[in-house]
Structure formats: C-alpha cells, structure tokens
C-alpha cells in the first residue's frame, strides 16, 4: 500500500473508524483483540504498530506491567489514540522502518493491519529486531480463504451502501482493495517461519474470513 495516501485516508476517517470497525465485524473485533492479548501474554513493554485509535494497548488494562506503545502513519488516527489512552505512548511511523532499539519490546501487535504493509518481509526483519529474545508477534487480519469472493461481493453490494455513506467512494474502493491483498493462513505462516518466527497458535473466525495468529521469536 502506498503510506501517503493510507495516511491519508486513515487520518480523515479516525473520528468514525471505531464505529465502522465494530459495524463492519458485527461488534466482534473486541473480542479477537482480546484473545490475541491472552494468546501473547500480558506482561512486558508491547508495541502495536498501526495501532489506529489505540484500541489493542486500551485493552491491555492500566494494571499492565510495562510500556504501552503505538505506532501508525497517519497522524489523525495517532491524535485520536493519544486522547483515549493518556497512559500511552504513540508515534507518528511506518512498520517497516521501527523508529526504536534492539530487543526493547516483549510483544508486537497487528490488528487488522498485516495486509494494509508495503513490504511485509521487512517489516518481519524489524519486528524480530524489536522483539527481546522469545518474544512474541501477534497477528489478527482478514486472510484470503475460499470464501473471499463472497467478502468482496458483500462489500460491493451489501456494505457498500454504508461504506459509501460513511467514507465515500475512494475510502471504500481502498478497503475493497486491502482484502484483494490479503493473505492466506498458510502464505503468512510461510513468511513467518523464513523470517526465524515459530508460528505457535492460529484462531479462525467468522467462518474462517479472520485469523488471529501467534508467533515466537526462535534463537
């Protein structure tokens, strides 16, 4: 994905993406945001890269032991996050180009985000990077399955007008098109592992339309 115009689109759309999110999942997203949390363990300074309104490191509780940061290109949705979670740290950056040091973070997070990357290999070489040694990488996205046809079609008819209505033609046509990229189970484990990750937990979803994945750091 192109990061100026991601930007763009996100920054214009954060005063009403929690609203569309929860619509567009049937309220569900909460709770996958919450069983990847218990998948990865609690403990431990947690980055979230693009972290949009903050919504996985609220969910982690203000008893949480260790830094809560947040990473996301555009600044509306970083503005939006800074606001809901004051216990919080947010930068304004990129995945593939971590703005911090060697092994700082216990856990790195990605909600609905893995897709939305423009190179998501390097992105991999940054979080293990990050990451301390064992530790752990979480992953909850839109994966291409059989049913992927049947998404897009909804999404061009029966979402549609909604979509429409909340973010206009240009914003949703850009959704369509992040769920054309997406990857399956299989295609993003492969990627992992070459990447020195062991994937150790997947959960599917909404018959299988959404992953929650869990990864390990290996020596």
Known sequence: ??????????SQISGVYDTFLSFATFGRIHSWQREMIEDMGRKGNWLDVGTGTGEVLIKLGEDHRGLKVGLDPAEGMVL???????????????????????GVFSKVSLS?????????????????RVLE????????????????????FLMR??????????????K???????????????????????KGFKVIKVRRRMLGTVFILTARKTA
């Open 1 to 10: 994905m192109d990061y100026r115009r991601a930007a763009r689109i996100f």
């Open 172 to 194: 949703w046509d850009f959704f369509i098109h992040s769920v054309e990229e997406s990857y399956s189970v299989d295609e993003v484990r492969d990627l992992l592992e070459s």
């Open 112 to 128: 609905l985000v893995f897709r939305h990357l423009e190179d998501q290999g390097r992105f991999l070489d940054e979080a293990r």
């Open 133 to 152: 040694e064992g530790g752990t990488l979480g992953i909850i996205d839109i994966g291409r399955f059989r049913g992927t046809g049947v998404l897009l």
């Open 80 to 102: 939006s996050a800074r606001k809901k979670c004051k216990g919080c740290r947010f930068v304004v950056g990129i995945g593939e180009s971590l703005p911090f040091r060697d």
């Open 157 to 170: 008819t029966l979402l549609k007008p909604v979509g429409l209505l909340i973010f206009g033609k240009d």
